[in-house]
């Protein structure tokens, strides 16, 4: 089965070679990590204390990992942590948010790479966040008897319908998985369905109910709030953030954000797109556009008081929702399937966002029932949805108190999701009542 896997990634990276060079030679991405993505050259861990590797894909599931391994670290402060990411940006950011932790690129899923990558690291435990199903990782783990859970599991349709379609390949994978935290219950059927024995799949709920920051007091917003004065963002203008943004939704909030500046002078935009890296397209565009603008890593302050911030800074994003009046979360006008909408609740803020959010049904369906926020289709229902937040903003403040209970109603998940993990591998688990509260990082 190894050598049929590594076969069709040889062939996949035939085809695409020509882009992988010109994304490192033209564009300088995917310069970094060659040996432990193809060689498995990950750290070499010396200690004989247990280790739990997790996996997370990139700048979001680093993210979620958060209170997941403050409570691990508080029950068990003798457990090593490993954090692997596949992107460059999600390897930056478990440098600075786990800075105890052995961190580096997740091999890829060549069968000689895993070997050596476990010989290297000897976790005890292999823990995915959400599911990157990496056939090989998977196997050859699970051949070492080394226990493989993931946690705050998701399986869109999509996705589900495409592993069952080749059913005779992934079904052995997914069965060799020992345990699951799915977000939802229909998350933890698609898993069922594609193999999973159902009695190692439970539902945990989304961990991001619990990582989340709900404090706007917190140090990495009062921080930011000296760089937003630099930006020409002044104390009681009314901040208005895109996050997670792609280049189509910039664009639509720069055109609303400028059809409402001179009948609303106190409006700023601060826009906090999804890639860094492709903030100079955006600059070009706005250029183009005529958008005055301001970048983040300037120490150049704005000379123009409306000028629209753009964060081009990787890990903010959620210090930066700790100071909007009001908000949208990208990834949903297109095909991506919508970003994260948890931290702007957190902080009680009123959102909006596109219609195309599959990957967050869990978060989104409770938002919308309990009218915590507003599902936009178009530039102008986007620019409307400014306007009532400006003129209405204690019908906003309301909104965004509901989107607050929502998250306080839906905490729990990462406590679930420990107490699973350490079961697998044998651990006590104590009460969060035993335990001094565990501390989520807001950086």
Partial sequence: MSILFNLIYLSVMAIFSPWLMWRMIVQKKNRRGWSAKFLGHVPLRSSDAKCFWFHAVSVGEVNLLKPVIARIQQQHPDVEIAVSS?????????????????TFFCPADFSWAIKRALRRLRPDQLILAELEMWPNLIRITSARSIPVSVINGRLSEKSARGYHKFSFLFKPIFEQI???GAQSSDYAQRFIDNGCDAKKVIVTGSVKFDGVQTDRKNAATLKLKAVAASGGIAKGDFVFIGGSTQLEEDLLLAEGYAGLRESHPKLRL???PRHPNRVDELCRELERRKFSFVLRSSEEPASDTGAILIV????ELSAWWGMADAGFVGGSMGSRGGQSMIEPAGFGVPVCFGPNTSNFKSTVSPLIENDAAEVVHNGHQIQTFIKWAITMPHLAQAMGARAQKVVAQN???ADRTVKGILALSSLPYKKP??????IDSAA
């Avoid at 081009?312 to 890990?315: E, F, H, N």
């Avoid at 009542?433 to 565990?438: I, L, Q, R, V, W």
Wanted: glycine share 8%.
């Fill in 86 to 102: 596949t992107t460059e940006t999600g390897r930056e950011l478990a440098e600075t948010v786990f800075p105890n932790a052995i």
């Fill in 178 to 180: 020992d345990w699951i």
């Fill in 270 to 272: 601060i826009l906090v």
């Fill in 312 to 315: 081009d800074v990787i890990g």
């Fill in 411 to 413: 905490a729990g998940a």
């Fill in 433 to 438: 009542s035993e335990t001094k509260p565990a």
